[in-house]
């Protein structure tokens, strides 16, 4: 489970693994108000890398965390 504070009620959490978005299908996203949560149901060796998490909010996007992640 990777979390993501974000800074304002009415900003949205997007997610990207390897400088790509997540698609829907693909991710589990949790969470209310300014707390995100991501979940990779069945993460395997592929799964392993940099995740993202940016704030969406008005049309501006700004970084709000990052992990790299190795799943073994």
């Known amino acids: 489970v990777l979390t993501c504070r974000l800074a304002s009620n009415l900003a949205r959490a997007l997610w990207t693994f390897e400088g790509r978005a997540l698609a829907a299908q693909q991710v589990l ?15 395997g060796a592929q799964h392993s890398g940099t995740y993202r998490c940016l704030a969406e909010e008005q049309g501006a996007r700004l970084p709000a965390q990052e992990y790299r992640v190795a799943v073994l």
């Open 29 to 43: 996203v949790l969470g209310e108000a300014r707390l995100r949560a991501l979940v990779v149901p069945g993460a």
